[in-house]
């Protein structure tokens, strides 16, 4: 099986299993798991934050940002493909009672001029924009790389209008492999920024939430609300200290994985492709041309043992990690070309 449904769909490599082995633990919830607190120090310096919390995933650590920094009857503002609205505001909206306003995007990346046309004006019949967020790469829409130029203007709007500035940093690293920015310059000025270890990073489980350290103390107020501390979670946080140590450099290779495969089906016919495609380790296309639904051109593609994701009525999303080498992606270019040959065959 090539997996390319996502990145989160990594093993720890053995390495990464005997560090987490080896780690040294201790209680995280009184402050005394040494890995744990390595782990939180190490990815607030690389996104020039002051203090991070260690969370079980890039969900909550959402989640926590929201709560900290709102109130019930507030508004956020993101791109309409991001996962704070499509897979998580349901919890922003039942635990925080926030509404999440969504902005139309082609590839989940809004101007700073749309950001800045739907902050609401005050008035006691309407929500209050209360915080923006950038999800920097884009995920359901195709691992777009925000601009820093663009991310710097929201935030400096966010600000001037009295707004929070937040990333959801799930795959920020591969922006960075992308560009070549430091992780710092696009988290600077940002009120709140994570980093998740579970995805092109190959860890297990776990992502990590920086911010101002009075920020960090209420974030970890409302971890305890929601679960608690995982006591001793150096065990996980062995994981990401090995993987900051080893997996970096292959994001990069993630993301070349990604271009590689994108130049081997971008001329075929019935298939459909944003400009942007092919930025970073997610490629997303269209099969609507090809007069079968995304549901049908993966389940074929899966009797080849390629495993590609259907999102909505028409959208393939493939995304490359550390699990799935060149000749797995040559090999998955094959068969998209071969199923898009036959459904082409039969219309």
Not at 215 to 233: C, D, H, N, P, T
Not at 234 to 239: N, T, Y
Not at 321 to 347: F, N, P, S, W, Y
């Amino acid at each position: 099986m090539i997996d390319l449904y996502s990145d989160t769909q990594t093993r720890p490599t053995q390495g990464m299993r005997e560090a987490m082995a080896r780690a040294v633990v201790g209680d995280e919830q009184s402050n005394d798991d040494p890995t744990t607190r390595e782990l939180c120090a190490r990815v607030a310096a690389l996104l020039g934050q002051a203090d991070g919390v260690f969370m079980p995933s890039g969900t909550m650590c959402n989640l926590v940002s929201i709560l900290v920094q709102t109130r019930a009857g507030d508004e956020i503002i993101v791109d309409d493909q991001s996962h704070i609205y499509n897979t998580e505001a349901a919890g922003a909206a039942a635990i925080g009672g926030v509404s999440v306003a969504p902005l139309r995007t082609p590839a989940g990346i809004y101007t700073p001029e749309a950001f800045e046309a739907a902050i609401r004006m005050p008035g006691r019949t309407a929500p209050r924009s209360a915080l923006v967020s950038v999800e920097q790469t884009t995920s359901f829409s195709g691992g777009s790389v925000w601009r820093l130029e663009d991310m710097r203007r929201i935030r400096d709007i966010a600000h001037d209008q009295g707004l929070i500035a937040h990333i959801d940093g799930a795959r920020l690293l591969n922006a960075v492999a992308a560009t070549g920015i430091p992780a710092a310059e696009y988290a600077e000025g940002f009120d709140s920024v994570w980093l998740d270890l579970s995805k092109g990073l190959g860890c297990p489980v776990g992502a990590v939430l920086c911010g101002s350290e009075k920020f960090i103390v209420e974030a970890w107020r409302w971890k305890y609300r929601l679960g608690g501390a995982m006591r001793q979670s150096g065990v996980l946080a062995a994981a990401g200290l090995y993987a900051l140590d080893h997996h970096v450099e292959q994001l990069s290779i993630d993301n070349a994985h990604i271009r590689l495969l994108h130049d081997r089906i971008a001329d075929l016919p019935g298939l459909a492709f944003d400009p942007t495609a092919g930025q970073s380790n997610i490629l997303c296309f269209s099969v609507e041309g090809l007069g079968v639904t995304a549901a049908e051109f993966a389940r074929a593609c899966l009797t080849e043992d390629i495993r590609v994701r259907a999102i909505g009525g028409y959208q393939i999303r493939a995304t490359t990690h550390l699990d799935v080498d060149r000749a797995g992606v040559e090999r998955a270019a094959d068969v998209i070309r071969a199923k898009a040959a036959e459904a082409r065959d039969t219309v």
